[in-house]
């Protein structure tokens, strides 16, 4: 069963994959090898560093996925 969203404007991680077109390991690799920010699970589209949360409190997708 998905995780219900910790905040109003998070989005869960199925959402945002469905929206971005990658898969978890493909922005996984771009955050860890590259050098990109990592999505929030947000509705506004915010970056954060891997282990953080945005200005509007949502989690970083490796941090909701459980991955970090």
Do not use: W, Y
Not at 10 to 19: A, G, I, P, S
Not at 41 to 62: A, F, K, M, N, Y
Request: aromatic share 2%; charged share 30%; glycine share 8%.
């Amino acid at each position: 069963m998905p995780r219900k969203p910790a905040v109003e404007h998070e989005l869960t991680v199925d959402e945002f994959l469905r929206q971005d077109g990658r898969s978890l390991e493909q922005i996984a690799r771009a955050i860890l090898f590259g050098d990109e920010n990592a999505p929030a699970l947000c509705d506004h589209g915010c970056e954060v560093e891997p282990d953080g949360t945005c200005q509007h409190g949502c989690r970083s997708i490796l941090l909701a996925a459980e991955m970090i």
